[in-house]
């Protein structure tokens, strides 16, 4: 596409744009050519792929099993594409959306190392108008974001980080070039899911390796191992059937979901049940009984078995006890599954500080200062999370009709209807929006799900003429409304959770995604459609 490629001065001039080459953009591309548009996608990596393209820290993997964590869309790509592991590395994902990206011939309308800054809906021609950071400015009546939930990275500003002498990373903004860390003293800050994947992979590098913890966390272990080419091909057998059963639940991933109730068991079977999981391995653990996230006590249950684990594994009882969780109910702050994390901290060269009762002060040259001591260090690994869900919108400079700004909109929390659309930014779709039930999911099936629905809407507004589309102003607060109230009646909105935006300083706290089942948002979504998307606005 020739006008894509040439970075002149001249506005482009296409039928939609997308803002991000992830699993999202890709697939958005691919349905809107079906569709017959002309599409161009604005991509800030050197390459496709977002999340994982970003994040090759070590011991980076997704916590969705390699058969689940991949499209859907198409059945030959489903059938020749071979996974090597239960769990997909990083790298394998990576390699598996540069093929998709070309064999779906992709790379053709999509500019990278390109980053919007700014999309701004200019009214009288009924045309959003976005800049990048290179100067390209494209019009287009439609703009698709697809920028991702976990992808606009927070690295707390402690003071003195730039007079650091020695090397610092974001897990979520990793070098290319391999990074060793042998005969370092090496820190990692955070202990979510990227931490407790990286702690153990660079422990077995550096000489010393200090985790600053400020929130013990809950872990399962992932128990990877290769994938059976036998057990692989039985699957993919009857994948379209897996693929629908698992649309049928709330989290769009196939786990063992129990039909019972923690106390409609004894005390032996209830922990018995707990064992039987925990050595299958995964996040299948919290799904042990119906009630785990919306009864305490059921709950309580899961988290005592799992302090139980930690005590035997690590043997040093204080740094076992600092290891703990006890602020949090298990699975309401993402629950993560390692490798070896918590065996990490029975090494010698491993040292555990709790910040929450000595804090960091301040970066210096030479180290990390506690309100306790001073650690000498070479390198700093932030593992400190994302602004989720609104952070990746909020950095792009995002004015709908009449100058609105999204930030201004969302200054006391993000409002959307159904998470694809916000009032008052006409044909303006996000994907994996805040009200989505995306990261509660298996995010590509939420993914695949959001693309599907757009398209659908965009073919729509095209058969009717409509060159308009907003959502209705009730219909977002009814569903502004609904996404809270389905989050209180779980235990989730009791954690300072990112799902909470607990973890971003002066960030409202609201419950950000839809928890209320995956497969309950998807019937409410067709149900909108049929009903000749009720709750949106249209206008010729
Ligand atoms: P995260 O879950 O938000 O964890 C960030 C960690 O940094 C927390 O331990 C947090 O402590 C700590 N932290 C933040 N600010 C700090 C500060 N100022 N001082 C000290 N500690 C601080 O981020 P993440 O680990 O990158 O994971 C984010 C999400 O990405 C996950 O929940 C998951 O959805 C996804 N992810 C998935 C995988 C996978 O599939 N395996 C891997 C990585 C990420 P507090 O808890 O006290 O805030």
Redesign the pocket.
Known sequence: MAEATDRASAPLHVDVIVVGAGFAGLYMLHRLRQLGLHAICFEAGAGVGG?WYW?RYPG?????ESMQYSYSFSEELQQEWQWSER?PSQAEILRYIDHVADRFDLRRDIQLETRVTAAIYDEAGRMWKVSTDHGTEAHAPICIMATGA?SAA?T?K?PGLDSFEGRWFH??NWPHEPIDFSGERVAV?????????AIPRVAEQATHLTV????P?YSVPAWNKPLDPEQQAEWKKSYNEHRERARNTRSGILYEYSQRGAFDVSPEERVAEFERRWARGGANFTHAFNDIFVNRAANDEACNFVRDRIRSIVRDPKVAEMLLPHDHAIGT??I??DTGYFETFNRDNVTLVD??TT??EAITPVGIRTSAAEYELDSII?????D?LTGALQRIDIRGAGGERLRDKWAQGPRTFLGVMTAGFPNLFLITGPGSPS?LTNVIVSIEHHVGWVAECIAHMRAEGFTRMDAAPDAEDAWAEEVQAVASRTLFTQS???YMG??IAGKPRVFLPYVGGFQNYTRICQQVAEDGYRGFIFAS
């Open positions: 999340t994040n980076a993997r997704c916590d969705v769990y976990l927070n707390p402690f897990t979520g800050i955070g202990t979510g899911s990227s931490g407790i994947q600053f913890q400020r929130t966390n702050k993402r993560c599954v910040v929450r804090p960091i932030f593992a400190t999370g994302y989720a990261i300072n959770s990112w607990a973890n």
